[in-house]
Every structure is written in structure tokens, then in C-alpha cells.
């Protein structure tokens, strides 16, 4: 009897249990999806570019974040010699390309320090800006370009620095003014803070844009050098065939046969030389 008393309430106990998480919702949701779903901050523009994904081109300047990590800086201290910086700093690599060859643009690096600048913003994903960092314990750094005209297809290297960001913030919001590349406005980058390796992804979706723009301008130039290959041969041919026709105007028995080689001239190689002398014949020699 007391063993059946026993079971009876172990079988109750189980049926409460199982009722209990029946009616309880189960959170499937881990902490990095549930960091997902937080929003964006308000002073953090809605349209951001992925920057694990893809880039930013700005006319005919592509930029993306080549990678990102937290450490020290390294520089040249005012005595010439090759120092670190005492704190770690977020430093963000940029990379930039001109994609179209014959075109200049002058790129100012986004950490500079010249007056009447607008500079970039780092925001964290709770909407705190992050400093930007001050070197100027340092009388120069290496890797920050100051200016530099970028060369077409080939990658130039920029450093931004700012101070450790909050590292329970998972994503970071990297904002840049674009007249730094001759543009306007500003373009947001978000990026993972603990994903320090290179953007292998937005690179190698990169590296083909910047492949079919040396390509469309190889192939331009082919063009236009056909073209002109065509218009010079164009040219000889019509002069040769202007000086066979021009004989036959001062014979008054094959003037007319002159005056139809001058408008064969006209119809066959327009906008030649040679054309527009055949045009002039053709008026002076109406009577």
C-alpha cells in the first residue's frame, strides 16, 4: 500500500512538472541572436552597408574596411625613433581604388588633423560615440595617409584610430564623410566587434568590381583605338580617291564623271578631310 501511495505521487509530481513547461513558452533565441534583434541607435544612419559583406563607391572611388583589431600604435616619436602607444586603440584599416584609369581623385585620410575637417564616428550599437584617438603624442604614424592621389586599380591603405570601444557592444557603427573622396554626405559602416580577421567576403566581392573596371577600360581603349585605326585608314583612302577624281573636273568631258566621284567621296567617308575638300569642289564647280 505504501508503495503504490509512492507512485501514485511521483506520477502526480511529474504531470505538474509537465504542465508547467507546457504553459511556459521556451526561449530558443541564444545571446548572439538576441543581440541581433537589438535596434539600431537613433543617431546611427538606417540605411548601413554591411561592411563584412561589401564596400562603398563614392564616383569612381571604391573604399571598404580591409580589417580591424585592438592594439597599440605603432609611430615616430619627436626624436625620430620608432614608438608604441602606452594604450590599445580600435584601428581600422581602409582600403581604397580609383576604378576608372585617366581619372585623378585626391583622397584626405579620414584621420586627419587639419582644421574645418569633418571628421569620422565610431557608435556603438547602444548609440555611445567612441573618441577618436588622439596621437598626437607622436610625430608621425606610418600607416595614417594624410593626403595621396589614389592610383587607378591598386589599393591604397588608410588607418583610422579611435579609443576602445564598450566590448560587451557587439556591432560597431563606423560613419564617414564622403568629401574626403570628392563626394557628398556620408556613408555607415557596421562590422562585428569581435570578428578582428580580414573581411575576406566584401574583399573578394571587391577585388571583381575593381577586375570589371580595368577591364571596361581595357576595352575602351581597344575601342578607341580601333576606331581611330579606322578613321586614319579611312583618311588615306579618301585623300587617294579625292586626287584620282580632282583630274577629271578640268576636262569638260568628264566633269560629270568627276562630280559623281566627289559625292562618293562625300557619301562613303564622311567627316574626313577629304570629304569636306570634296564638298568645296562640288560648289565650285556647279557651272
Not at 505538474?16 to 530558443?28: L, R
Not at 576602445?164 to 564617414?176: D, G, I, M, T, V
Not at 586614319?232 to 586626287?243: F, G, P
Request: aromatic share 6%; proline share 6%.
Amino acid at each position: 500500500m505504501q508503495r503504490l501511495r509512492s507512485t501514485l505521487i511521483s506520477l502526480l509530481v511529474v504531470g505538474v512538472a509537465g504542465s508547467v513547461n507546457a504553459q511556459t513558452p521556451k526561449d530558443d533565441k541564444s545571446k548572439d541572436e538576441k543581440a541581433k534583434d537589438k535596434p539600431v541607435p537613433k543617431n546611427v544612419q538606417k540605411d548601413w552597408i554591411d561592411a563584412e559583406k561589401t564596400g562603398y563607391r563614392c564616383n569612381d572611388t571604391l573604399f571598404f574596411i580591409e580589417k580591424h583589431r585592438v592594439e597599440k600604435v605603432a609611430g615616430i616619436d619627436s626624436f625620430g625613433q620608432p614608438s608604441l602607444s602606452r594604450y590599445d586603440f580600435m584601428v581600422i584599416t581602409m582600403s581604397l581604388a580609383q576604378l576608372r584609369k585617366g581619372s585623378q581623385q585626391e583622397y584626405r585620410s579620414w584621420h586627419s588633423t587639419e582644421k574645418n575637417v569633418e571628421l569620422p564616428k565610431l557608435i556603438d550599437e547602444d548609440g555611445k560615440p567612441v573618441p577618436l584617438a588622439e596621437i598626437a603624442f607622436f610625430a608621425s604614424v606610418p600607416t595614417i595617409v594624410k593626403k595621396k592621389t589614389l592610383e587607378p586599380y591598386k589599393l591604397t591603405n588608410d588607418q583610422i584610430m579611435f579609443s576602445q570601444p564598450n566590448p560587451r557592444s557587439k556591432y560597431l557603427y563606423l560613419e564617414l564623410p564622403l568629401g574626403n573622396v570628392g563626394g557628398k554626405d556620408k556613408v555607415t559602416f557596421r562590422f562585428s566587434q569581435a570578428n578582428e580577421r580580414p573581411y575576406a567576403t566584401a574583399r573578394e566581392n571587391l577585388s571583381k568590381i575593381v577586375l570589371e573596371a580595368q577591364a571596361a577600360d581595357k576595352k575602351a581603349e581597344e575601342t578607341s583605338a580601333a576606331a581611330k585605326a579606322k578613321a586614319n585608314e579611312s583618311e588615306k583612302i579618301a585623300a587617294s580617291q579625292l586626287t584620282l577624281a580632282k583630274p577629271l573636273l578640268a576636262d569638260p568631258s568628264t566633269k560629270a564623271k568627276g562630280r559623281e566621284r566627289l559625292q562618293e567621296i562625300i557619301n562613303a567617308y564622311p567627316g574626313t578631310k577629304a570629304a569636306e575638300e570634296a564638298k568645296s569642289l562640288l560648289e565650285r564647280t556647279k557651272n
